[in-house]
């Protein structure tokens, strides 16, 4: 066993402390990156939704916006399936018309703050990523950028919108799982720690051995050899028997 007040247990306290530290710094900074990624790939997803919605997007003889292709994605198509899309025209006031929308959304429409709308119109060739509510209340990511078709005065923006449940249970799983694996390795590293200073002090306890076994009248001398740090000690503990 290893004293709480001894050096051992200082030196087995002091590197487990540091590297369980060090180890939680890992698996936090592990699961940021990984978060920012999952995100990253999602904003990307939702970036192309808006672009091909834009690209398409035209204005019709009687000044209608028309879609000459819709995103192809089947989810787009489900009800309450957690990703949608719909297109606002702005008028002169900032004010927005749902012009169009997924068939996702049935009969609701996506809600986009008026900072974000004021946003758009101030920049609109800028991607603009928030987050808000879907139809079923669920979290949703938003990615919202505006444009200027020919033939017409004001905007229309694009907003495409995904379910973000999904991503953030990705990253609470992958968070788990490296955080157990980051537990271990600490585990392991205590053992390892501990291995390494019970051996480490192994000849400082052999020569208090030593000391007390010349204080009960068993040798005269300290016997053995010592480590290149402790050999000039056992040394004068010698001279001056």
């Known amino acids: 066993m290893i004293g709480r007040g001894s050096l051992a247990f200082r030196l087995f306290a002091g590197a487990a402390t540091v590297a369980v530290l060090l180890l939680l710094v890992g698996a936090l900074a592990l ?29 019709d003889e009687s000044g209608q916006i028309e879609l000459a292709r819709r995103p ?23 004010d927005d018309d749902v012009l169009l929308v997924s068939r996702s959304l049935w009969d609701e429409t996506l ?11 101030a920049d609109p060739a800028k991607i ?11 979290p949703l990511r938003f990615v919202v950028q505006g444009v200027l078709l020919p033939g017409r005065e004001h905007l229309i923006i ?6 973000r449940r999904p991503a953030d249970a990705d990253v609470l799983n992958f968070g788990i799982t490296s955080g157990s ?14 291995f390494q200073v019970r051996v480490g002090l192994a000849p400082v306890l052999r020569m208090r051995d030593g000391v007390v076994d010349i204080r009960e009248g068993r040798v005269e001398h300290v016997e053995g050899e ?10 004068e503990l010698n001279a001056m028997l």
Do not use: C, H, N
Not at 111 to 121: G, N
Not at 128 to 138: D, M, N, R, T
Not at 181 to 194: E, H, N, P, T
């Open 226 to 235: 010592f480590p290149t740090e402790l050999q000039p000690l056992a040394d």
């Open 111 to 121: 809600y986009l703050p008026q900072s974000v709308i004021d946003a758009v119109i």
């Open 181 to 194: 694996m980051f537990l271990l390795f600490a585990a392991v590293i205590a053992a390892g720690v501990y």
């Open 128 to 138: 603009q990523i928030v987050s808000g509510k879907g139809p079923e209340s669920e």
């Open 72 to 94: 192809s994605d089947p989810a787009f198509g489900r009800v309450f399936s957690g990703r949608y899309w719909q297109i606002l025209d702005i008028d002169d006031t900032g």
């Open 158 to 163: 694009a907003v495409a919108g995904e379910d």
């Open 31 to 59: 699961t940021t990156l990984y978060r920012q990624s999952v995100l990253g790939t999602l904003d990307d997803r939702l970036t192309g939704t808006v672009s091909a919605l834009l690209a398409a997007a035209d204005t």
